[in-house]
């Protein structure tokens, strides 16, 4: 895959992993899973953009993207619920909408995910601990990658966001975001991700 792609499913492969470790539930297996796909992540999408002939970091992502997969029975979350509507009422490439609004959607679930961040933070050894670290570890991420930090980028406009909430809410990975959901906090959402005022 060219550079750009690798960019886009990779974070995708992130989402995934992400997003099921932040899901509400008890499900350890799923954790370990998602925790140690981010790990991979963590170490080998950068390689893999810089140089598309890294066989060890390609290696890494295929197996942290089927790791994704398989951690993702236990749930997704926001990500996922904003992504949809904007790929197919705008064509937007999945991974890559999924990376554009991830930052956001942590900062709209950080009450509920300090603990599980902390863990993150220790787990990928982050310079910063804890929300603000994974917080940071992310946004440096996307910045080296080439992902853009706003929905505007991708077409989104401000009239969307009432338009497109409520499939967001009617999306079956809404029920599974660590912070309850309904059309008017997606609006929010896709208001601020769109503007991007992250906090």
């Known amino acids: ?12 492969a992130l989402s995934h992993n992400l997003e099921a470790f932040c899901a509400p539930g008890f499900h350890p297996l799923a954790d370990g899973i998602a925790l140690e796909g981010m790990r991979l992540i963590h170490r080998s999408l950068e390689r893999a953009v810089r140089d598309g ?12 993207s089927t790791m994704g997969a398989t951690a993702f029975q236990k749930g997704l979350g926001a990500m996922h619920s904003l992504s949809h509507p ?10 890559l909408t999924n990376a554009v609004v991830m930052p956001y959607v942590l900062e709209f679930n950080r009450s509920a995910i300090e603990d599980k961040m902390e863990l993150l933070a220790r787990s990928l050894a982050l310079p910063k601990s804890g929300f603000a670290g994974v917080q940071d570890w992310v946004l ?21 966001a009432g338009e497109l909430a409520p499939s967001a809410a009617a999306d079956p990975t809404a029920g599974t975001n660590p912070v309850p959901l309904d059309a008017a906090s997606l609006e929010q959402l896709y208001r601020r991700a769109t503007r991007g005022e992250l906090s």
């Open 1 to 12: 895959l060219p550079p750009h792609l690798t960019a886009a499913v990779g974070m995708d």
């Open 86 to 95: 904007v790929s197919v009422a705008l064509g937007s490439h999945h991974g």
């Open 53 to 64: 002939s890294d066989i060890e970091a390609r290696a890494e992502l295929m197996a942290a």
């Open 140 to 160: 440096g991420l996307r910045e080296a990658i080439g992902i853009p930090h706003t929905l505007s980028a991708l077409g989104v406009q401000e009239q969307h």
